[in-house]
């Protein structure tokens, strides 16, 4: 595979350039920034966590003999640092939601991704093998692309766009899809069309058939 930096410039909403003729876009859209702040960063969480925390500290002081008010002051900057932390972690998941955009064509699934460097990953429905849904709650859900073998993106380059601790063949994932189960209904009609468009016309052997691949886009590409 070879690495390109991505160009600031699209053609196209989430796409580095404009799709070759006859090849039109069948979905496109970005991960729900609260899914990414809850389920990536594990908010909630470090909010029960924090809460836990300040608890035991109001609980200790007044403990040691502290009054109600002194203790939830000696408590005051605790709660100000779980705040900033919180406060960020939410605010790194809406910038990844609001710059990440994952698209469906009748020939390949482009993820666009990278808050400050953002870099295109181009997958061509010949390199990828499956595709897996994950149901999560509210309709919200991921869905994990198992690629080629011999094709592999490194796991740091993808997170959080790739299934967890899949770091040996590394699964790009389109993550915290809302209404994730219609976008997987769509990607599968779509992967068993390509498949139907590649096979040889009945009659003709395999060599009588040129079958061309998806022109490749700018990016992060996988051979086609």
């Known amino acids: 595979m070879k690495a390109v930096h991505e160009h600031e410039f699209e053609a196209a909403h989430g796409l580095p350039e404009a799709l070759p003729a006859g090849e039109k876009v069948l979905w496109q859209g970005s991960p729900d920034w609260r899914v990414l702040a809850r389920e990536v960063f594990h908010v909630r969480k470090l909010a029960l966590y924090f809460g836990l925390l300040l608890v035991w500290r109001v609980v200790a002081a007044v403990s040691d003999g502290a009054g109600a008010g002194s203790a939830l002051l000696g408590a005051l900057p605790l709660a100000v640092l779980a705040a900033a932390c919180l406060s960020m972690l939410c605010a790194l998941g809406w910038l990844m939601g609001r710059t990440s955009v994952y698209t469906i064509t009748g020939q390949r699934v482009v993820m666009r991704v990278g808050i400050v460097l ?107």
Not at 181 to 197: C, F, H, I, K, T
Not at 198 to 208: H, I
Not at 211 to 224: C, F, I, S, V
């Open 118 to 224: 953002t870099v295109t990953f181009n997958l061509p429905f010949t390199r990828i093998e499956a595709a897996a849904l994950r149901k999560g709650r509210g309709g919200h859900g991921d869905i994990a692309l198992s690629l080629a073998r011999g094709d592999q993106i490194g796991y740091a380059h993808l997170w959080p766009h790739a299934r967890p601790w899949h770091l040996k063949h590394t699964e790009p994932m389109l993550r915290a899809l809302p209404e994730a189960q219609a976008v997987a209904r769509l990607l599968s009609q779509a992967l068993a069309d390509a498949a139907a468009r590649a096979r040889p016309a009945p009659g003709l052997a395999s060599n009588d058939a040129t079958l061309a691949g998806p022109r490749r886009l700018p990016g992060r590409a996988l051979a086609a």
